[in-house]
């Protein structure tokens, strides 16, 4: 599979088929989810995958997922995390964004969940006694077919000029520049990630010879955390493509404000 290419059909299905997963298929995302926490060793963090979604889903119906609307699915993936240290949440977000890649490598549709908002005695009843933190549940399976004649959505995506910085928050970064450092077609497709709502809240500034991944936002909420999670994977994926095989460092967070609008550092990439 070739990434961008992937991550320019990337997109999350909310309207799933009626139809279980084959079993087989079921012992691959099984066999997938136990070769990821073996070896990452993934010591404050657990995926488990849930087989009866319509057991899950009528239990959170009206309660998760955003504004209350739960994702229908024949199956979903549950992520908890061991605490909700900010490496820990930006790391679920990037090994669960590693399983969605094995996921649609089977030929199956996934979605995102939130379930922060549920009741805490409600989700010790769903997802076991004994669960410590669980935000979010991945729905997956077969996405359901469209109306051939509607016409589907797209989200607009910001240019590369308004999410890379060069030196200072602020200024815009010369694509030539980009191009001859071999990060231009990196930050092309990176745009095409899955945020929440889709604010897009990542931004990089691009400062001697390093990266710096930061946060974009009016008001700060722990699902950014989840998004730049995300991002940070995507970004390591694409950058092997082009020979960049660094990896994302976490940094102590700091806080920039500007005139109308806030910033926080995340991690930085070593060039």
Not at 10 to 35: C, H, M, Y
Not at 92 to 109: F, H, P, R
Not at 228 to 244: D, N, R, S, T, V
Request: with cysteine; glycine share 6%.
């Amino acid at each position: 599979m070739i990434m961008s290419n992937f991550l320019r059909n990337r997109k999350s299905v909310r309207e799933f088929k009626n139809r279980i997963v084959e079993p087989r298929i079921l012992e691959d995302v099984q066999e997938s989810i136990r070769a990821l926490k073996d070896e990452y060793s993934l010591d404050n963090m657990d995926f488990r995958l849930y087989e009866n979604g319509k057991n899950l889903y009528s239990s959170l119906e009206g309660k998760g997922g955003y504004a209350g609307v739960m994702i229908e699915s024949p199956h979903y993936i549950i992520m908890e995390l061991a605490d909700k240290k900010e490496d820990t949440i930006l790391y679920g977000a990037y090994y669960m964004e590693k399983l969605i890649t094995k996921l649609n490598d089977m030929g199956l549709s996934t979605c995102w969940v939130s379930v922060s908002n549920i009741d805490e005695n409600l989700k010790k009843e769903v997802f076991g006694e004994h669960i410590v933190h669980v935000d979010y549940v991945l729905a997956f399976g077969y996405e359901k077919l469209r109306n051939p004649f509607t016409t589907e959505t797209f989200s607009e995506r910001i240019g590369v000029k308004d999410m890379v910085f060069d030196g200072e928050i602020g200024r815009v970064s010369n694509l030539d520049d980009l191009d001859n450092k071999g990060l231009l077609d990196i930050f092309h497709y990176v745009r095409f990630a899955p945020s929440t709502k889709n604010l897009q809240p990542w931004r990089f500034l691009i400062k001697d010879n390093k990266i710096q991944l930061l946060l974009s936002y009016k008001e700060w909420n722990e699902g950014l955390l989840t998004d730049a999670g995300i991002i940070m994977y995507y970004f390591e994926e694409l950058a092997k493509y082009q020979g960049i095989k660094s990896q994302w460092r976490i940094v102590d967070i700091v806080e920039c404000k500007t005139e109308d609008n806030c910033y926080r550092y995340v991690a930085e990439y070593e060039l």
